[in-house]
């Protein structure tokens, strides 16, 4: 009977989340008004330990068949991953950005193929959904991290989104 709950225990572990993840600021900018702006781009508090993001992405050129996202740094980690964000939702094979798509699909109507025609929205993307995608397969050090983003259309840069969270292992 025990070997069998250390089989089930071990199966199990990598759907335990070790961490806890809090936002710590958001930062969205528009490169062009004319294209784009952000009327909604804020942290709330759900309580003491936990927030969510709001971001809304009022899109005043209309349709997008052309997007491109970057992902400058990982602060502390250096690294350059940059990918066509329509080809992804074709055909999601990249594991890193799946992971980090599937942190905030459920929040938002980005969730289709291209063309968009419409604004986009990020809405309440709780601090639980990078807990539950990233802490379940990797244990990142303790401390602080910020994600930066660009996003391009017909490869002119439109705008920045840059996420400061804080991780505290359990």
């Not at 660009?150 to 439109?158: M, S």
Request: with cysteine; glycine share 2%; charged share 20%.
């Amino acid at each position: 009977m025990s070997k069998w709950l250390l089989v089930k225990f071990w199966l199990t572990l990598p759907m335990i989340c070790f961490c806890h993840v809090t936002f710590t600021n958001l930062n969205c900018s528009s490169y062009n008004l004319d294209f784009m702006s952000f009327p909604t781009c804020r942290i709330k508090a759900v309580n003491r330990t936990h927030k969510y993001i709001s971001i809304y992405a009022k899109i005043n050129q209309l349709p997008i068949v052309d997007a491109r996202v970057s992902f400058g740094q990982i602060k502390p980690f250096l690294f350059d991953l940059s990918y066509d964000g329509c080809q992804f939702m074709k055909n999601q094979k990249n594991m890193f950005v799946k992971t980090f798509y599937k942190t905030f699909q459920r929040n938002t109507n980005m969730n289709h193929t291209c063309p968009y025609d419409h604004d986009i929205i990020v809405d309440k993307l709780f601090t639980g959904n990078l807990e539950e995608e990233f802490g379940r397969y990797i244990v990142i050090p303790n401390g602080d991290y910020a994600i930066y983003t660009d996003w391009a259309t017909n490869k002119v840069a439109r705008a920045s989104v840059k996420i400061y969270l804080r991780i505290l292992n359990k």
